[in-house]
């Protein structure tokens, strides 16, 4: 197998590993706003809006560093496919995977800090709300339980 073939085959890997695990974090919708999730979890209004304003104030961040990421990744795809040599190659893979790492630190972040706002009783029943969800929502050609 050539460069060109394996840094393919290593960008497709780490871009499963990162939908995975990024995944894995979060419903992948606006939980708190949802009235069965806040039942579910007594959550309150006051708690519902301090979420929603962690949620509101790392978007604009996270988003400026998804299109760096695209555009990074875009840059790769292009050095690949042109054969460029394995140096620059290996310097915009790091880039891109500098940027990955910041993006996603972001995202715990921000995951960590809406956690922070239930209580701990809450935050156990989250786990749950979350294990059901996944359960619920996983795709039937998927056999590890993955999305």
């Known amino acids: 197998m050539g460069l060109g073939q394996r840094a393919g085959w ?3 890997v780490f871009l499963l590993a990162v939908t995975a695990g990024a995944r894995a974090q979060s419903f992948g919708f606006p939980w708190w706003r949802d009235p069965q999730f806040q039942k579910d ?8 809006g301090r979420i929603d304003s962690v949620f509101q104030s790392s978007i604009p961040l996270l988003r400026q ?4 990421l695209d555009q990074q990744e875009a840059e790769l795809s292009r050095l690949i496919a042109a054969n460029a040599d394995e140096a620059v190659v ?3 893979v790091d880039k891109v995977e500098g940027i990955r790492a910041n993006l996603n630190k972001h995202r715990t972040l921000m995951l960590l800090r809406m956690r922070q706002v239930l209580t701990p009783d809450q935050r156990v029943k989250l786990n749950k709300l979350y294990e059901q969800w996944q359960k619920d929502h996983k795709r039937p050609d998927n056999k590890q339980g993955r999305q």
Do not use: G, H
């Open 65 to 68: 560093k998804r299109e760096e």
């Open 41 to 48: 979890l007594s959550l309150s209004a006051d708690q519902s």
């Open 10 to 12: 290593l960008v497709i």
């Open 90 to 92: 290996v310097r915009q």
